[in-house]
């Protein structure tokens, strides 16, 4: 995590003292490994920043264009979303669901009522998701009448299993059908960002539903 920080962090600030280069444009685009270190999800402020100063410097250059087509249709996307999705509030009953787990067995949410459920919207390419969801686990692990359910927008078995395996997220219930924000899941839940938190009580009845990690932290202490 602190490697990945660090890098992301030297990237803005190369990016910044050399704004009037064009090789700005590649340095949206490095890798840790398999992992992109920004990204348009997570990173949109940093990419329109360059995109701003390649059109000042550079306009006609071909990577202006390119990054200018691929920020329209990430905030297409964005809109698109929004305009879909179903919005749900608490009190309201939480929409089941079945999804395949890391064994291919398909799993209900129906199977958990009568249960307090945290369900976690992640993946492994949104290092902010993969470390809220680490921090969850430290604060459920002790408590046995919460069930932690993990559904990835991963699009790649690999990734999503080997990220599985490296963060030790294998005791709890891993879903995922590869479709990412396609998933039929993440319209009926009004998914637009990662990491989102929903907490489901006994009754099967929505208590929150947050993008705000400190508010489901707050809500799981205070009935600990």
Same mark, same amino acid.
């Given at each position: ?67 200018? +087509?691929?920020? !329209?249709?990430? /905030? $297409? ?5 929004? =305009?879909?999705? #179903? %919005? @749900? ?26 249960t307090k459920v945290v369900i976690c919207f992640w993946s492994s390419w949104s290092k902010t +998701?993969?470390? !809220?969801?680490? /921090? $969850? ?5 002790? =408590?046995?009448? #919460? %069930? @932690? ?56 009845? #929505? ?18």
């Open positions: 995590r602190a490697l990945y920080e660090s890098d992301k962090n030297y990237l803005i600030e190369f990016i910044k003292k050399n704004h009037k280069s064009a090789v700005i444009y590649m340095a949206l685009y490095q890798y840790i490994g398999i992992s992109p270190i920004l990204m348009i999800d997570n990173d949109l402020e940093i990419f329109e920043y360059v995109l701003g100063e390649l059109q000042k410097y550079h306009p006609k250059l071909e990577q202006t264009s390119l990054l200018e +087509s691929e920020i !329209s249709k990430h /905030k $297409l996307l964005i809109k698109q979303r929004t =305009n879909d999705y #179903i %919005s @749900l509030k608490p009190g309201m009953q939480a929409p089941d669901f079945i999804l395949p787990d890391i064994n291919s067995n398909n799993i209900s949410l129906s199977t958990y009522k009568g +998701s993969v470390n !809220s969801v680490k /921090k $969850l686990m430290s604060t459920i692990a002790n =408590n046995s009448d #919460i %069930s @932690l359910i993990l559904i990835s927008l991963d699009t790649k078995a690999e990734s999503w299993k080997s990220s599985i395996q490296n963060n030790e997220l294998d005791s709890y219930v891993n879903l995922c059908d590869f479709k990412t924000w396609e998933s039929p899941v993440i319209k009926i839940y009004g998914i637009k960002m990662l990491p989102t938190f929903v907490i489901i009580n006994n009754s099967g009845e #929505i208590e929150i539903i947050s993008e705000d990690f400190s508010e489901i932290l707050n809500s799981i202490n205070n009935t600990n």
